[in-house]
């Protein structure tokens, strides 16, 4: 009887399974009718307002001939848009007083229209300040750049702070003002004004008293360290020609074992000779190395913004297809026109539902 009363487990297993797959099957299949449904519907709406403009075509048709015509009228009779870009370099922590001015400059050309004030800022005509329309800035961002400023930001942390800071951390962290180099764009309708405004316009970008002193102090500075390089230098000219005159002197005299002219320095030791020719020849080298690099450095912080790239002689194109009204109208009426019919039709049907209700 035991093994009786075993048998039927293996039968109601199966039933179960069977079951489960069923009801899976039945949920499977709902899904897709669903996801079918939707498909059918949006063919629906599709052929019907497909069905709706054919039978209205004539309508259509017109409004969008009526829009092309009247947008390339108004695209003639306005004026074009134009752009350039200037590329900067800022020194001494500059970039938000780049900014602020630049905001400033958008303020007044984009939304006051202060022609009077923009011509006064740029020493140019009023007329030409009239036809500013528009000031932008944005940091050249640069992935080697980037990496390099985490590198030399990662080593100066500790063991802790290295484990939470992550390149895409750092890099989240950055703002405009932690960068170098920017990109400076002017929008106007004049494509030729570029070049009337580029040095005032450089000028005004770092108009701040501080600055203007960080960059006479820098000057001074490294004029004075110049000086100190000049006098190193002509001492050890100096060091050099004397002990050539040893060299040559020593070379006169006849050749003893272990003989000749030592000079020491300091507390060395009698058995080494501290002069060499060629050390001091190295000494100099990096002396030169140095003034070469006063040089540089006398150039690049010369000003607060280094113009990398100036403006153009002319601007460009830089309006989009949006800004064109002979694309806009036609898009904007045949969507009008369609609310129009859609509104009337859904006034009919409300009609006709009114009636029926009574």
Same mark, same amino acid.
């Given at each position: 009887?035991?093994?009786?009363?075993?048998?039927?487990?293996?039968?109601?297993?199966?039933?179960?399974?069977?079951?489960?797959?069923?009801?899976?099957?039945?949920?499977?299949?709902?899904?897709?009718?669903?996801?079918?449904?939707?498909?059918?519907?949006?063919?629906?709406?599709? &052929? &019907?307002?497909?069905?709706?403009?054919?039978?209205?075509?004539?309508?259509?048709?017109?409004?969008?001939? *009526?829009?092309?015509?009247?947008?390339? #009228?108004?695209?003639?009779?306005?004026? !074009?848009?134009?752009?350039?870009?200037?590329?900067?370099?800022?020194? #001494?922590?500059?970039?938000?007083?780049?900014?602020?001015? *630049?905001?400033?400059?958008?303020?007044?050309?984009?939304?006051?229209?202060?022609? %009077?004030?923009?011509?006064?800022?740029?020493?140019?005509?009023?007329?030409?300040?009239?036809?500013?329309?528009?000031?932008?800035?944005? @940091?050249?961002?640069?992935?080697?750049?980037?990496?390099?400023?985490?590198?030399?930001?990662?080593?100066?942390?500790?063991?802790?702070?290295?484990?939470?800071?992550?390149?895409?951390? #750092? !890099?989240?962290?950055?703002?405009?003002?932690?960068?170098?180099?920017?990109?400076?764009?002017?929008?106007?309708?004049?494509?030729?004004?570029?070049?009337?405004?580029?040095?005032?316009?450089?000028?005004?970008?770092?108009?701040?008293?501080? *600055?203007?002193?960080?960059?006479?102090?820098?000057?001074?500075?490294?004029?004075? !360290?110049?000086?100190? /390089?000049?006098?190193?230098?002509?001492?050890?000219?100096? *060091?050099?020609?004397?002990?050539?005159?040893?060299?040559?002197?020593?070379?006169?005299?006849?050749?003893? @074992?272990?003989?000749?002219?030592?000079?020491?320095?300091?507390?060395?030791?009698?058995?080494? /000779?501290?002069?060499?020719?060629?050390?001091?020849?190295?000494?100099?080298?990096?002396?030169?190395?140095?003034?070469?690099?006063?040089?540089?450095?006398?150039?690049?912080?010369?000003?607060?913004?280094?113009?990398?790239?100036?403006? @153009?002689?002319?601007?460009?194109?830089?309006?989009?297809?949006?800004?064109?009204?002979?694309?806009? /109208? @036609?898009?904007? %009426?045949?969507?009008?026109?369609? &609310?129009?019919?859609?509104?009337?039709? #859904?006034?009919?049907?409300?009609?006709?539902?009114? !009636?029926? /209700?009574?």
């Amino acid at each position: 009887m035991s093994k009786d009363s075993q048998t039927p487990q293996p039968q109601s297993e199966e039933v179960d399974l069977g079951q489960l797959f069923k009801i899976i099957g039945n949920a499977f299949d709902r899904f897709f009718k669903f996801i079918g449904s939707i498909f059918i519907g949006i063919y629906k709406v599709v &052929l &019907l307002l497909f069905v709706h403009i054919y039978q209205r075509f004539v309508w259509y048709a017109g409004v969008v001939v *009526l829009g092309v015509v009247i947008g390339f #009228f108004i695209d003639n009779s306005s004026d !074009k848009l134009y752009g350039a870009n200037m590329y900067i370099e800022t020194n #001494f922590n500059s970039a938000r007083q780049v900014y602020e001015n *630049l905001k400033q400059f958008h303020q007044l050309a984009y939304e006051d229209k202060d022609t %009077l004030e923009l011509a006064k800022r740029f020493d140019i005509s009023i007329k030409d300040a009239s036809k500013l329309k528009g000031f932008y800035i944005e @940091p050249d961002l640069d992935e080697n750049n980037i990496a390099k400023m985490y590198s030399d930001f990662y080593g100066q942390l500790d063991s802790i702070s290295r484990l939470e800071m992550t390149y895409i951390r #750092f !890099k989240e962290s950055l703002t405009p003002y932690n960068y170098s180099i920017h990109r400076i764009g002017v929008a106007s309708t004049d494509k030729y004004i570029y070049k009337k405004i580029e040095k005032t316009f450089t000028e005004q970008l770092s108009g701040n008293p501080y *600055l203007q002193e960080l960059v006479e102090v820098n000057k001074l500075n490294l004029n004075q !360290k110049d000086k100190v /390089l000049v006098t190193q230098l002509e001492k050890t000219d100096s *060091l050099v020609a004397e002990y050539l005159k040893i060299r040559i002197s020593e070379s006169k005299k006849q050749q003893i @074992p272990n003989s000749g002219t030592n000079l020491y320095m300091g507390n060395a030791e009698s058995t080494n /000779l501290i002069v060499d020719e060629s050390k001091i020849i190295e000494k100099r080298l990096g002396l030169e190395n140095e003034r070469m690099q006063i040089n540089k450095a006398l150039v690049e912080e010369k000003n607060v913004v280094n113009v990398l790239a100036g403006f @153009p002689k002319s601007g460009y194109d830089i309006s989009e297809w949006t800004d064109k009204k002979k694309f806009v /109208l @036609p898009i904007v %009426l045949f969507i009008a026109t369609l &609310l129009v019919f859609s509104i009337i039709g #859904f006034g009919k049907f409300l009609k006709s539902q009114s !009636k029926i /209700l009574n």
